[in-house]
């Protein structure tokens, strides 16, 4: 049962930040969507904020197993890097509720060492996979490349979260993908 209640907890906590557009929630809330009681959340998490932390490291392996899956489908470094692109916006990743899990990621991590920590990881991660198939084609502007990339993919979604849900994804795809046929193309010149 416990990892069956661990991961409504967790799902629960993203509904409820999503329901509320902030961190202003409670373990009461969050157990209540979570049909349990707050000593049982409480029990399995410590407190708010590892509920919160350990949410995000579920976003976090759905991203990564997208991710993976789209590698695995596709050849080549454009490709590869579509595929990144595209996974970062697929409907599980870019739902109301996990947009706003996102942007108040964004925020817990200027003051709790674990959630930096954490998004660091995602951070590198994704600047690894850009890099990592930008090489190729554009040689040494791939780190340069790859963080403007990542810039506009993390800028997407604090766009969304602000907006609360008026967004596209197919908009926010474009406008990556775009970028990268800018960067792709001033290697030409």
């Known amino acids: 049962m416990e990892p069956i209640r661990r991961a409504a907890l967790m799902q629960a906590t993203i509904d409820e930040i999503g329901a509320v557009g902030n961190?202003?929630?409670t373990v009461s809330a969050i157990a209540k969507r979570a049909g349990?009681?707050?000593?049982?959340a409480h029990?399995?998490?410590?407190?708010?904020?590892?509920?919160?932390?350990?949410?995000?490291?579920?976003?976090?392996?759905?991203?990564?197993?997208?991710v993976r899956a789209a590698l695995r489908a596709v050849h080549g470094p454009h490709a590869r890097i579509e595929a990144v692109i595209r996974a970062g916006f697929s409907s599980t990743n870019f739902q109301p509720d996990v947009i706003a899990a996102w942007l108040n990621f964004y925020v817990l991590a200027q003051t709790s060492q674990d959630a930096n920590h954490l998004l660091r990881i995602y951070q590198?991660?994704?600047h690894s996979n850009l890099v990592h198939d930008l090489r190729p084609m554009i040689g040494d502007r791939a780190e340069n490349a790859a963080m403007?990339?990542?810039?506009?993919?993390?800028g997407s979604y604090l766009r969304q979260g602000l907006?609360?849900?008026?967004g596209v994804a197919s908009d926010a795809t474009e406008q990556v993908l775009a970028l990268l046929e800018m960067e792709l193309k001033e290697t030409v010149k």
């Open 23 to 25: 961190l202003d929630v």
């Open 36 to 40: 349990m009681s707050s000593a049982l």
């Open 43 to 66: 029990h399995y998490f410590g407190g708010k904020e590892q509920i919160f932390l350990a949410a995000m490291r579920h976003v976090l392996r759905v991203y990564a197993a997208e």
């Open 124 to 126: 590198r991660r994704l």
């Open 148 to 154: 403007r990339i990542a810039g506009l993919i993390d």
């Open 163 to 166: 907006a609360r849900g008026l």
